[in-house]
């Protein structure tokens, strides 16, 4: 599942608009050009302080971009901005472009994957990955490089945008599959929830607990209530939704996207750990640790309990030569 999949859909949308305008030329300029006058946007060069390249002005339909830049990143900064203008509609969170990286892919490291974006930074992420798509949507760059075996330089150049783009855009459009079109969004009613199920997504009092066991509709329920939610005019950023699991999160998510892509775009949803990674990473101190914050990676995992091995309420050891080998089972458990 490509976690970004409802942006890149978003951008694509974009920017086969704005190539109509252009008679086909895919030129970046010529893109930016025609994305701007679709939505009405004007651009100003602006002096920033160091670390900001760009920002947005929804209220004058502005986009300030740092002065001095050459053309292919003042065109990224520029694609980043109407990124935010099609996906963010926070009011409490202006957002700016970052300087470094065309990231949003989770990297899988030693360590899992594990995102740790604070809200802005999540939203940088994606006008990232909506910039990218407008100016070198994945598909369209996947038959240059593959069908008439273009170079991503030779790529880059004719459009005149940065080669870390049509790089970080060709790694993703040979590795990911095809995007289609999305799936229409079924028609579903409240009323094919049980009675219990109806009770938690109708719910309107103090925090509800609900306790359910495997396989009973718990995301199922959580997404008609934020369904419910949504219809009641809930600001989608306003969400925070967790799970135990990557592949339950993925599934909410995809679920949300399904029933309202507009919105999951801007909704925190993730795991636990996750989210409580972002908190240790973001406020450090408050939890007595240095701003040094990673998760371990397997070998840093199995180091700790060896060293904490007398401290663990174990009473049987399968191997009295080396007690530690065993510890590996006890990782998957605890990570479960």
């Given at each position: 599942?490509?976690?970004?999949?409802?942006?890149?859909?978003?951008?694509?949308a974009?920017h086969a608009?704005?190539l109509?305008?252009?008679?086909?030329?895919?030129?970046?300029?010529?893109i930016i050009?025609?994305?701007?006058k679709?939505d009405?946007?004007k651009v100003?060069?602006?002096?920033?302080p160091?670390?900001?390249l760009?920002?947005?002005?929804?209220?004058?339909?502005l986009?300030?971009?740092?002065k001095?830049?050459?053309?292919?990143?003042?065109?990224?900064?520029?694609?980043?901005e109407i990124?935010?203008?099609?996906?963010?509609?926070?009011?409490?969170n202006?957002?700016?472009a970052r300087?470094?990286?065309?990231g949003?892919d989770p990297v899988?490291s030693?360590?899992?994957?594990?995102e740790g974006y604070?809200?802005?930074?999540?939203?940088?992420?994606?006008?990232?990955i909506?910039a990218?798509?407008l100016?070198?949507?994945?598909?369209?760059?996947?038959d240059e490089?593959?069908?008439r075996?273009r170079r991503?330089?030779d790529?880059?150049?004719e459009?005149?945008?940065?080669?870390?783009?049509?790089?970080n855009?060709?790694?993703?459009a040979v590795l990911?599959?095809?995007?289609?079109?999305?799936?229409?969004?079924?028609?579903?009613?409240?009323?094919?929830l049980d009675?219990?199920?109806q009770a938690a997504?109708?719910?309107?009092?103090?925090?509800?607990?609900?306790?359910?066991?495997?396989g009973?509709?718990k995301t199922?329920t959580?997404?008609?209530?934020?369904?419910?939610?949504?219809?009641e005019?809930?600001t989608p950023?306003?969400f925070?939704?967790l799970?135990f699991?990557?592949?339950?999160s993925e599934?909410?998510?995809?679920r949300?996207?399904a029933?309202n892509?507009d919105a999951?775009i801007?909704?925190?949803?993730?795991?636990?750990?996750?989210?409580?990674?972002?908190?240790v990473?973001?406020?450090?101190?408050?939890?007595?640790r240095?701003?040094?914050v990673r998760?371990?990676d397997?070998?840093?995992?199995?180091?700790?309990?060896?060293?904490?091995?007398e401290?663990?309420?174990?009473k049987?050891f399968?191997?009295?030569?080396?007690p530690?080998?065993?510890?590996?089972?006890?990782?998957?458990?605890i990570?479960r």
């Open positions: 599942m490509d976690t970004w999949i409802d942006i890149r859909r978003k951008a694509r974009c608009k704005a109509a305008e252009t008679a086909g030329d895919r030129r970046g300029e010529k050009a025609a994305a701007l679709a009405r946007l100003e060069p602006h002096d920033f160091a670390g900001t760009g920002s947005l002005n929804r209220r004058f339909r986009v300030r971009v740092q001095g830049l050459e053309s292919p990143e003042e065109l990224m900064v520029i694609a980043h990124g935010h203008f099609h996906m963010h509609h926070d009011p409490h202006e957002v700016t300087p470094d990286g065309l949003g899988d030693g360590a899992g994957k594990v604070s809200p802005s930074e999540r939203k940088e992420v994606q006008a990232d909506f990218g798509e100016l070198c949507p994945g598909d369209w760059l996947r490089f593959v069908v075996n991503p330089a790529i880059a150049k459009l005149g945008i940065p080669a870390s783009l049509v790089m855009q060709m790694v993703r990911l599959p095809p995007i289609g079109p999305a799936p229409e969004a079924a028609v579903t009613a409240v009323l094919d009675t219990s199920q997504v109708m719910w309107d009092g103090e925090p509800l607990l609900v306790e359910a066991g495997p009973t509709g199922r959580l997404v008609r209530r934020i369904q419910r939610k949504l219809e005019n809930s950023a306003s925070l939704a799970t699991s990557r592949k339950a599934e909410m998510r995809e949300i996207a029933m892509a999951s801007e909704m925190w949803v993730g795991t636990f750990h996750q989210f409580g990674l972002e908190l990473s973001k406020w450090p101190l408050r939890f007595g240095t701003s040094n998760p371990l397997q070998t840093g995992q199995l180091e700790l309990l060896e060293a904490n091995l401290k663990l309420p174990l049987h399968q191997n009295l030569y080396e530690a080998y065993e510890l590996v089972p006890v990782l998957k458990v990570s």
